[in-house]
């Protein structure tokens, strides 16, 4: 069998910092709103350059962490709601920029539960036996469709990416061993970008009017991520047959830290146990899950459960519990 395991993880983000200190001189807000809010202190902003950029970088962190060669990657899953260009896939322009000579990749959207989604579809990819290197890769440049006149939401957001390798294995002990996606389509005017699309084109006209950007209720989409990521949480939990006790690790998409909280509490796990890097980065969309495995990946150990889960824009959400493959190298 070809049971999908996690053998490396890679991350880059930007060297730019924008504090909140940063944004109060921009728009009508301040440290103190931002930080008790979301609990975000500062985010990464990358300049000049497109996402396929920290894209190629996250991936050769990856294969000299894995002392893989690029030649070997047989499958690049990439998925972002910031590619460079709508034609053609992000994928393409990585693939070339980090010389995955024998790979096919795509990209695919699915808002912020991009990278758990994409856990699903690798590891029915890697179970499938027709592809031995996967990277899953989430990148977003947030800033790119973020409007700094809007306090709403350019608190949130922040640049990065992030990617794992996916290989397989015969052991089945290890690995994603499930995943459990969500839609309940209800959220569709409460978070989105309006134009640039095939609905409103662009013209000078809707560049005009801003909803080029990422438009958000915040206040309805909060109540919609607390439930969507603790359900899912707890879901992937009593499937596996985790508890409290056996559960090490909670790795949820970093949106807001009172969303993380309020997952934490339903799992009813220590705030030990949850990965949480949402201060230094903000939202970083599809590379907050991977970013943070690799901050954590020093303290992870070979048998950790850990569950990662996310909620985003449609609504979508969704959970994947995974066996931690290796000890720290
Ligand atoms: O990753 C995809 C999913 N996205 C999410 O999960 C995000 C979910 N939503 C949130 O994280 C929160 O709703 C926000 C952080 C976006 C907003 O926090 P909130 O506690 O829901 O605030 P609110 O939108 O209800 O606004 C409360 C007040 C309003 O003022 P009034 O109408 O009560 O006078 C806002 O105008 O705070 C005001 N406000 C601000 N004040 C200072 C909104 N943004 C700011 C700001 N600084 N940046």
Redesign the pocket.
């Known amino acids: 069998m070809n049971f999908p395991v996690i053998t490396g993880v890679g991350a880059y983000y930007p060297e730019d910092i924008l504090t909140n200190d940063d944004i109060s001189k921009m728009?009508?807000?301040?440290d103190e709103?931002?930080v008790s809010?979301?609990g975000i202190r500062e985010r990464r902003i990358l300049k000049d350059k497109p996402t396929s950029y920290m894209a190629v970088k996250a991936i050769e962190n990856l294969l000299e962490k894995t002392n893989t060669k690029p030649e070997d990657i047989d499958l690049l899953i990439l998925t972002s709601v910031t590619g460079d260009r709508p034609v053609p896939c992000t994928a393409n322009i990585v693939m070339d920029r980090a010389g995955l000579t024998n790979a096919y990749g795509f990209d695919f959207q699915a808002?912020?539960s991009g990278f758990v989604f994409g856990l699903e579809m690798a590891k029915n990819y890697c179970m499938s036996g027709r592809y031995k290197k996967i990277i899953l890769l989430g990148a977003d440049k947030m800033s790119s469709i973020t409007n700094y006149e809007d306090?709403?939401?350019c608190?949130?957001f922040g640049d990065a990416a992030g990617c794992v390798l996916i290989e397989p294995s015969e052991d089945p002990t290890y690995g994603i061993i499930d995943t459990q996606m969500h839609c309940d389509n209800s959220g569709l005017e409460n978070?989105n970008v309006k134009n640039g699309g095939s609905e409103f084109p662009l013209t000078l006209e809707t560049l005009a009017e801003n909803r080029h950007y990422i438009y958000?209720e915040?206040?309805k989409?909060?109540v919609k991520?607390v439930k969507g990521m603790a359900d899912v949480c707890v879901e992937m939990m009593e499937r596996n047959q985790i508890t409290k006790d056996t559960l090490d690790w909670i790795v949820p998409?970093q949106?807001?830290k009172?969303?993380i909280d309020a997952t934490r509490e339903r799992a009813g796990v220590d705030e030990s146990k949850v990965m949480i890097n949402i201060q230094k980065y903000g939202?970083t969309?599809n590379a907050t899950i991977p970013l943070a495995i690799w901050e954590y990946e020093g303290q992870l150990k070979k048998g950790d459960n850990l569950i990662a889960c996310a909620?985003?824009?449609g609504y979508n959400w969704g959970g994947a519990y995974i066996k931690w493959a290796y000890d720290p190298k």
């Open positions: 728009v009508e807000t301040n709103w931002i809010r979301t808002a912020c306090r709403n939401t608190i949130l978070l958000q915040g206040a989409v909060f991520a998409h949106a807001n009172r969303i939202n969309t909620f985003g824009a």
